[in-house]
């Protein structure tokens, strides 16, 4: 898939696991399994808004274009 | 509300059965009409003068078996029609949104078009047997409702093919 997501490169400079994540924000340990391996076809604003608000980034920072991909 | 969707299901897969036991009980009495036309031919060339329905009572016979043969496919249509309906309707009771349902759908969207097909020379042997002011030179033909049935069930096979897909979006959305 074009779209990378870098959730695993976030959740590792903040020293914390998905399970920590998905505690937080309230988003089931699969479905964020399933958006960290890439396999998701779309994402919510909502998803995106309390992760980005979790690990304190940007939109930016958690997603990638490659246009190899 | 889901007792009310339960319960219409029930009925849906009762009439479902009872449309089936009627279609073989049809499919019946045409084999064993197949066999008086057989075995029973002078008594039946006899009936059938006296009736005054028929043109030529005489020279029907032929024109009978092709007029069975053609009830028998149309009745072989009917149960597969009958059956895709019983898997879509047990379908319905967990997801129904499903791609086998929506080529389901397509494929009894064909099956009617075969039965609109063979209802066209149902028609014509029967007028050509048959008394033009009788019931029994009208059988088949073209028929409106089977047109509305046909469809009907293509743009519910498209219907469910796109709610399928839209699901399926909607399933890996995070």
Not at chain 1, 16 to 38: H, V
Not at chain 2, 11 to 32: D, K, Q, S, Y
Not at chain 2, 92 to 99: C, E, H, K, R
Request: proline share 3%; with cysteine.
């Amino acid at each position: 898939m074009a779209i990378v997501v870098k959730l695993d490169d976030l959740l590792h400079a903040k020293r914390m696991t998905l399970t920590d994540l998905s505690d937080r924000i309230g988003i089931t340990l699969a479905n964020l399994s399933i958006l960290k391996t890439g396999k998701a076809k779309a994402m919510r604003f909502s998803t995106l808004e309390a992760i980005c608000a979790e690990l304190e980034c940007q939109p930016g920072d958690l997603l990638a274009f490659d246009a190899d991909g | 509300m889901p007792t009310d969707h339960s319960t219409l299901l029930g009925v849906t897969r009762g009439l479902l059965w009872l449309m089936l036991a009627l279609v073989a009980a049809a499919f019946l009495f045409v084999v064993a009409s197949g066999g008086a036309l057989v075995a029973m031919w002078p008594d039946i060339a006899a009936e059938a003068k006296n009736s005054k329905i028929f043109l030529d009572a005489d020279t029907m016979r032929p024109q009978l078996f092709a007029l069975l043969g053609i009830l028998a496919a149309i009745l072989a249509v009917a149960v597969y029609v009958l059956r895709q309906l019983q898997a879509l309707v047990a379908s319905a009771a967990s997801d129904p949104f499903i791609p086998a349902n929506a080529a389901r759908l397509r494929r009894i969207g064909w099956a009617l078009v075969t039965a609109q097909l063979l209802a066209f020379p149902l028609g014509w042997v029967a007028s050509s047997i048959a008394v033009s002011t009788s019931k029994f030179a009208n059988m088949g033909g073209i028929d409106l409702q089977g047109i509305l049935a046909i469809l009907f069930a293509f743009v519910l096979a498209a219907v469910f093919e796109r709610g399928t897909a839209m699901r399926d979006e909607l399933e890996g959305t995070i």
